[in-house]
């Protein structure tokens, strides 16, 4: 009888150390489940959901939140404690974490809640499994925690699951793309997509600028020459669908110079002189064709009537570029960009070009793009000054610029009536000579339109910011913003444009406080 005791002691230990070793059994342990896991989430520093604008990339390292949902049949707990072990890509980086939650207070279910900060790379499939978690029933003790132990509360007040959750984000259609032959236009794009809804089979859908479709996760597309083309691409996981947009840029293959002569008034007798042609491989081949049935194969084409001509360049890969002039008595005498510089200086950055014959009643519109060539937009213009037998010469001024931008690219563009004509583009970068002496910095200001750009030149990630904006007139409303990773905040979406004369910009993050003076000038 004696041995028969001793038997089923061993037993039970044995029993309860496998329980408290394998996920399997401590699931089967807790029969009721009364508060249960619905899933895990991946969320950003400030607990906020990622959307498809978070500009991540693969690989790159992301410091943020991981969340949990519960649900069950009850409503009577609190001093939940919860075990884990974390996988990452199917590899097992942590065993058996525990976090203590909803201290002192009730448990709430179908709720999104913070489990603890959480590190991992983007792209990195969260696994959380063996879920193990038990709490304290009865009525709520206030000013209590969990008691932290082994799984060895083994009773019906507990829950297991062995397979456990995916850490999800939403999902997230993103690509990439790379230059795929000897012409620089035919593009293969490659799909980034992560999140969504396991098992994560996607289905893509492709738009490339209305110029064709495709499907599939890697694409090729044979564009039709260079330029800036808007590509499409959705993404379906079984449950969500998303589609995102993406300007992509293609350099020129050729850059064509040429000199025009027009015709005299009733006198076939223009020329069109090709100047140079750069890119791709010589020797280059020519074709033209033009009014009233015109065609050549010369380089240079001569005793043209007025009209337009089309240009066909092809060099000796097979690779070409079309180009189209009008030749007429108004046409610009040879016509090219003489000189063009870009250059920083103190707080500006000032942009002289000089033309050749210059055609009357042209304007010249300055453009800049930060950071790279994909985004012109026009930040000026100067009338021509019509010299049509002279060099003419110009300079703007550019005050406008992001302060906390060190490279910008400039073109100009000479428009007629009836043409474009596009400078080279220019690269320039410089050090950050408008940097605040505090932490923030205002532009651009003085303000001409009241719409003042505020940048963090210090603090990365999600910053909790309360600003309060005042004059000798008002007082506005003082306002709350998280900062996000781009550190800038757009003050006329918070506050309306900013008024004409001064104001006194206070800034509150954390236990610092910083004041600006504003100028509207409009």
């Known amino acids: ?25 401590l699931f089967a342990q807790c029969p009721q489940n009364n508060f249960t896991v619905t899933g895990f989430q991946l969320r950003n520093q400030a607990g906020q959901l990622f959307s498809v604008t978070d500009n991540y990339e693969l690989g790159q390292p992301v410091t943020g939140e991981l969340w949990v949902n519960f649900g069950g049949s009850t409503t009577n707990g609190y001093n939940m404690l919860m075990f884990y072990d974390v996988f990452r890509n199917g590899i097992r980086t942590s065993d058996d974490q525990y976090d203590c939650l909803f201290s002192g207070i009730q448990v709430v279910q179908n709720t999104w809640v913070k489990v603890r900060n959480f590190n991992w790379n983007w792209g990195d499939l969260i696994e959380i499994r063996d879920i193990f978690m038990y709490w304290e029933t009865g009525t709520v003790k206030p000013n209590t925690t969990c008691i932290i132990s082994n799984k060895n509360n083994i009773n019906s007040q507990c829950y297991g699951n062995p397979s456990g959750f995916t ?36 289905t893509f859908q492709w738009n490339f600028d209305g110029l064709g479709t495709a499907v599939g996760p890697n694409p090729v597309f044979n564009f039709p020459g260079s330029g800036t083309y808007t590509i499409g691409l959705t993404a379906n996981d079984g449950t969500t669908i998303t589609t995102i947009q993406k300007d ?47 065609t050549s194969t010369s380089e240079d084409i001569f005793n043209l009537s007025n009209g337009t001509y089309i240009l066909t360049v092809t060099d000796s890969n097979g690779c070409h570029q079309t180009v189209e002039y009008t030749l007429d008595i108004a046409s610009i005498l040879g016509f090219s960009w003489k000189n063009f510089e870009v250059a920083a200086e103190k707080s500006q950055i000032r942009i002289n070009w000089e033309v050749n014959n210059e055609q009357e009643d ?22 021509g000054l019509g010299n049509i037998n002279s060099v003419s010469n110009y300079s703007f001024t550019d005050k406008s610029y992001a302060a906390y931008e060190d490279t910008f690219y400039y073109r100009i563009v000479q428009k007629t009536k009836s043409s474009a004509n596009y400078s080279p583009i220019k690269m320039v970068q410089k050090e950050i000579l408008l940097k605040s002496q505090g932490s923030w910095h ?10 003042i750009l505020l940048k963090n030149m210090d603090e990365v990630g999600a910053v909790k910011v309360t600003l309060e904006l005042f004059n000798s007139t008002q007082l ?47």
């Not at 309306?496 to 954390?510: A, T, V």
Request: glycine share 10%; aromatic share 12%; proline share 7%.
């Open 442 to 451: 205002a532009f651009p200001n003085p303000s001409t339109d009241g719409r």
């Open 362 to 383: 042209c304007i010249y519109e300055v453009e800049r793009s930060n950071g790279d060539v994909n985004n012109f937009t026009s930040i000026g213009s100067l009338k």
């Open 248 to 294: 992509i840029f293609i350099d020129p293959n050729f850059g064509i110079q040429v000199d025009i002569f027009p015709t005299k008034i009733d006198d076939s007798s223009g020329i069109i002189y090709v100047q140079s042609v750069t890119g791709g491989t010589p020797p280059y081949t020519y074709s033209w064709t033009g009014p009233n049935g015109f």
């Open 1 to 25: 009888m004696e041995s028969t005791v001793k038997q089923r002691r061993i037993f039970i230990i044995a029993l309860f150390i496998m329980a408290i070793t394998n996920s399997y059994i």
């Open 476 to 522: 506005a409303q003082p306002r709350e913003f998280v900062l996000d990773s781009s550190g800038i905040i757009d003050l006329a979406s918070l506050f309306g444009p900013i008024p004409r004369g001064l104001s006194i910009l206070k800034i509150q993050w954390g236990a610092k406080i910083e004041t600006l003076k504003l100028i509207g000038a409009k």
């Open 167 to 202: 850490a999800a984000v939403p999902l997230f259609p993103k690509f990439d793309f790379a230059s795929n032959g000897i012409c620089n236009t035919t593009i293969q794009f490659t799909s980034q997509t992560i999140g969504g809804t396991p098992p994560f089979n996607y």
